[in-house]
């Protein structure tokens, strides 16, 4: 599934940048990003053990912040999610249309589209 895909993409990026990890990930939805939020962050478990096994070594090391566009945040908090990310208190930014908005973030050494994620 693409929820599997984007799982061990995560698992890849781990080995490589470690804590230099910087990420945006781009949804075609909000229900695409909402859904792959809860399986990140444990609330939503996959059928296959070596996803949930691959969610459970993620955990300790993604710093998950999610960011909509103004239907669905208002514009000051999304300032504060950026800050926190350029901060470096989150790495990576579950994102719909948002970053299109003319918000201006933070370098990233990733950015990553997921389509099509329900």
Do not use: Y
């Amino acid at each position: 599934t693409t929820h599997l895909m984007f799982i061990r993409q995560l698992l890849s990026l781990m080995g490589t940048f470690d804590s230099r990890f910087r990420g945006m990930t781009f949804f075609k939805t909000s229900k695409g990003l909402d859904k792959t939020l809860s399986i990140l962050n444990g609330e939503i478990m996959l059928d296959d053990p070596t996803a949930m096994s691959a969610v459970s070594k993620l955990s300790g090391w993604l710093k998950l912040e999610k960011i909509v566009g103004r239907a669905g945040m208002d514009h000051k908090e999304q300032r504060q999610i950026i800050e926190r990310f350029r901060q470096g208190r989150s790495n990576l930014l579950l994102a719909t249309s948002v970053g299109e908005e003319g918000l201006d973030f933070a370098a990233c050494n990733v950015v990553m589209c997921v389509d099509g994620v329900v």
